[in-house]
Each structure stands twice: as C-alpha cells, then as structure tokens.
C-alpha cells in the first residue's frame, strides 16, 4: 500500500500545485491581461499623439511656406508699385516738357515765317543761295516735333521746280 498511498500523496500534490497555480492564475492572468491592454493603449495613444505631432508640424510647415510665399507676392507687388511711381514720375515729366514745348510753340513758329517770309523776298530778288541758307535756318530753328504746311511747301517747291 504504500505504493498506492505515495501515488495517491504525488497525485494529491499535483493537483494541489495545479489548483494553487489556477488560484494563483486566476488573480495573475487578469492582471498580466491588464498589463497588455495598459501598454497596447499607451502605445495606441502614443503613436496617435505622434501622428497628431506629425500633422501639426506639417501644417506648421505648410504654414510656414504660405507666409514666405506671402512674402513674396508683396514684395513682388511692392516693387511693381515703385516701377509704376517710376512711370509716373516719368509721365509728369513728360507731360511738363510737352507742355513747355507747347508754349514755345508760337515763338518757333513766328522765327520761322520771319525765315520764311524773308526767303521769299531773297528768292523773289533772285538771291538764290540767300534763299537756301534761309531755308536751312528755317530747317534748324524748329524743333523736330513741328510740321507746318506752308514751310514743308514752300522748302518742296524748289526741289521740285
């Protein structure tokens, strides 16, 4: 019997090391379970504060180029600003100068039928090369802008006679 009794005492130890270890299981599995889902959520949580990390910084750099792009544009904008002030500038120049030109218009046009008329009279006289330095002073004495009718008649008359 004493086979049987320390078969029957191994089998009484086995089943009290296996009922101590489910006991023991029983608290230690939810807790390892706890653990597990603890650190899956951490790193749930983890890589879900890295992604919004990650999208935040983009949006900052994104940020970033629009502001420099920003940049650009007005700076583009504000040296197209200073070309046109130029042009303005330039324009009421311009504008000034024509209008200068415009009142000395008269004073060009007398000095050149005082030419004119006195060329006719060397010419009528036969004073022939009278009459061409005339006309060249009459050339030269107006500004390049003026055109008469009488003047470019009367310096084509001759060329054509």
Do not use: H, W
């Not at 019997?1 to 009290?16: K, N, P, R, T």
Request: proline content about 2%.
């Amino acid at each position: 019997m004493d086979s049987f009794e320390g078969v029957f005492a191994a089998i009484l130890g086995i089943m009290f090391i296996i009922a101590v270890l489910s006991y023991a299981l029983a608290y230690l599995i939810p807790i390892i379970i706890g653990v597990i889902v603890i650190t899956l959520i951490i790193k749930l949580f983890s890589n879900i504060n890295k992604k919004e990390e990650e999208r935040l910084e983009k949006i900052e750099q994104e940020g970033r180029f629009y502001e420099a792009q920003v940049r650009v544009e007005q700076k583009k904008e504000e040296e197209q600003q200073e070309v046109q002030r130029e042009y303005q500038k330039k324009m009421i120049v311009l504008g000034e100068e024509s209008i200068s030109l415009f009142e000395e218009t008269p004073k060009y046009l007398e000095s050149a039928e005082k030419y004119l008329d006195q060329s006719e009279v060397n010419f009528s006289y036969g004073a022939f090369a009278m009459a061409l330095c005339g006309k060249r002073s009459v050339i030269f004495n107006l500004p390049q802008s003026m055109n008469s009718a009488r003047l470019t008649r009367f310096l084509l008359e001759d060329l054509l006679i």
